[in-house]
């Protein structure tokens, strides 16, 4: 019987198993949108500094409109959750499960993780949304 393959999360160093393959299924009522209060609250209720709502709202709404069971597939594996989260790093570095990111406090408080850990190792803020970090560069 052979291993599970094992890589390294990029930037992380963090040796892990390959996600299982296809993506997981959110439970149904994950694919309903939050309104924006309820995201403003969310983010408060995980951590979120206040400084960095507003834009984590913005980001939010534009990865999944809001949606926490959201599904996309232009990560290197899936992208999960709220902010769509690539499930080849973040699911093993928040210590939850890919199921767990597609649950809306699990997701937003993977994502305020992942934004502290770009800054805690010297990268720009919002560095792991590639599209927001250009688009404020530019707009700056």
Partial sequence: ENPAPV??????GQPHELPAAGPPVPAPDAMIPLTREEMTALLRFT??????????LYVASKESGYKPGSIGNTCAFWCLGLFQLDEGTWPRFCHMSRE???????????AWLTYQYDLSVGQPPWWQWQWYYWERIRTQ
Avoid: F, K, S, Y
Wanted: proline share 0%.
């Fill in 47 to 56: 951590g979120w500094d206040e400084a960095v709502i507003e834009e984590a």
């Fill in 7 to 12: 890589v390294v999360a990029a930037g992380l």
């Fill in 100 to 110: 767990e990111l597609l649950t809306a406090i699990a997701g937003a408080r993977c």
